[in-house]
Every structure is written in C-alpha cells, then in structure tokens.
C-alpha cells in the first residue's frame, strides 16, 4: 500500500467511520469538490452531509474493499454499515441494519485531494430501510 492509500485510508475512515472529519480536512485541496448524480459538494457541504450520516446511523462503519491508484488518480469501492435510528433523507428512524456500498474515483493536485466522483445507488440504502423494494 502507497504512503497516498495510507493516508486516504486514514481519512476515509476518520470521517466516514468516526466521523472525525479533521483527519479528512487535512488532505483536501483548498478548491476541493465532491460530484454525484445529484450535483456537487464543496467541503462545508459535504461535512453537514458527513453529519447528517453519523446522527442517522450512529454506529456507522466503513470499510475500503479495494484501491486503485494510478498517478494522481485513486478509485476507491468502499462500504457503509450502520442501524438507522435517527432521521436520515427525510426517513424517520427504522432501526434497520442498512449496509451501502459504492465507488468514488478520487483526482489529487500537489497531493492534495482536489476533486472526488461518488457514486452509489440511493435504492440500496432506501430498500434496506424498508422504504423501496428493488425486486428480485
């Protein structure tokens, strides 16, 4: 593993896991920007996301499956786990196990993280809540 895996490690699981956003902070590029299908993110954002996450599910963890890195790029597929018991996207707690998983593909400037492509699927986490049914 990179001394960059390492310390992308690190952070990940410091704000995602603990959500101890410092660790995360630290590596992030001052013009440092989150995208989705539902739009972007900059840092103040995406804290109040982090928190909104850690309030819902209060003993959310999360674990790197695999990382890539190539250059100044780094993929990343991770996985979220947690019981919701606090309201989360306008769902009032369920109590549910919820286990979400996804991708995000990470680009770095002067080793600083300056932009990041997640994606996931919402329904996932929706029919884990009990809220959508994604068939067989």
Do not use: C
């Not at 699981?13 to 995208?35: K, Q």
């Not at 786990?81 to 286990?99: L, N, S, W």
């Not at 080793?111 to 996931?120: C, H, I």
Request: glycine content about 8%; hydrophobic content about 35%; aromatic content about 10%.
């Amino acid at each position: 593993m990179s001394t960059r895996q390492e310390t992308i490690l690190k952070a990940w699981n410091g704000a995602w896991g603990t959500g101890d956003l410092s660790s995360f902070e630290r590596i992030l590029a001052p013009n440092y920007i989150r995208r989705s299908k539902s739009g972007t993110e900059d840092f103040a954002s995406l804290q109040n996301t982090i928190k909104d996450m850690h309030t819902a599910f209060p003993d959310s963890t999360v674990e790197i499956l695999q990382m890539v890195e190539d250059g100044d790029q780094v993929a990343i597929h991770w996985q979220t786990k947690g019981t919701h018991k606090g309201p989360f996207m306008d769902v009032p707690p369920t109590g549910r196990p919820v286990t979400v998983s996804g991708a995000s593909f990470l680009r770095f400037e002067n080793d600083k993280l300056a932009e990041e492509y997640v994606v996931w699927d919402p329904r996932e986490l929706l029919s884990a809540l009990g809220i959508w049914h994604l068939g067989n």
